[in-house]
T-cell receptor, first 113, second 111 residues
Framework: NAGVTQTPKFQVLKTGQSMTLQCAQDMNHEYMSWYRQDPGMGLRLIHYSVGAGITDQGEVPNGYNVSRSTTEDFPLRLLSAAPSQTSVYFC????????????FGQGTRLTVV | DAKTTQPPSMDCAEGRAANLPCNHSTISGNEYVYWYRQIHSQGPQYIIHGLKNNETNEMASLIITEDRKSSTLILPHATLRDTAVYYCIVRVYGTASKLTFGTGTRLQVML
């Protein structure tokens, strides 16, 4: 049982490049979310999904796209990377919308130069 | 969502109980209190949550005051591995996947 797996762990991009951060969970969880964490701050919600085919925006969605074609995967796309997107990105999943715990991946550290 | 207030940092001696306070004076009746922690740069880890009754699990105890305006997370026998940032989060039932993190309390457990 791998839990929530994020790839890659580290990435350096040039301004304007695009890339996809991968997130996969093997717990058959309905809910998945993406957060970013800037130095010295807590996590902020980017996008979330309540099930396959359903996504919605969080607190800081600009510059990011998501889709949810399967229960297991929830990729985060940066279409045109900017230095302001330099951050650590965490993916999380939870069983349902009730009061179950959220499981987090180990993060992707992204630097945009 | 109710706003939470936590001290920015605390120290605790190894083997002693660590008591981490959280103020949530604007909490409403349908909001739960969650605690997560983040060790170094790892992903946050769920610890415990509660509505109004005190809760205990294998990791910690959660004490919520009768008026629900504050709570305390208790790590009964802190170890060096408990050194982390602890986040107190208040959320309405049904929104556990949309967590709002503040800056938390940095707990340093010392020898």
């Amino acid at each position: 049982n791998a839990g929530v797996t994020q790839t890659p762990k580290f990435q350096v991009l040039k301004t304007g490049q695009s890339m996809t951060l991968q997130c996969a969970q093997d717990m058959n969880h309905e809910y998945m979310s993406w957060y970013r964490q800037d130095p010295g701050m807590g996590l902020r919600l980017i996008h979330y999904s309540v099930g396959a085919g359903i996504t919605d925006q969080g607190e800081v969605p600009n510059g990011y796209n998501v889709s949810r074609s399967t229960t297991e995967d929830f990729p985060l796309r940066l279409l045109s990377a900017a230095p302001s997107q330099t951050s650590v990105y965490f993916c999380a999943s939870s069983m349902d919308r009730g009061n179950t715990e959220a499981f987090f991946g180990q993060g992707t550290r992204l630097t945009v130069v | 969502d109710a706003k939470t207030t936590q001290p920015p940092s605390m120290d605790c001696a190894e083997g002693r109980a660590a008591n981490l306070p959280c103020n949530h004076s604007t909490i409403s009746g349908n909001e739960y209190v969650y605690w997560y922690r983040q060790i170094h740069s790892q992903g946050p880890q769920y610890i415990i949550h509660g509505l109004k009754n005190n809760e205990t699990n294998e990791m910690a105890s959660l004490i919520i005051t009768e008026d629900r305006k504050s709570s305390t997370l208790i790590l009964p026998h802190a170890t060096l591995r408990d050194t982390a940032v602890y986040y107190c989060i208040v959320r309405v039932y049904g929104t556990a996947s949309k967590l709002t993190f503040g800056t938390g309390t940095r707990l340093q457990v010392m020898l």
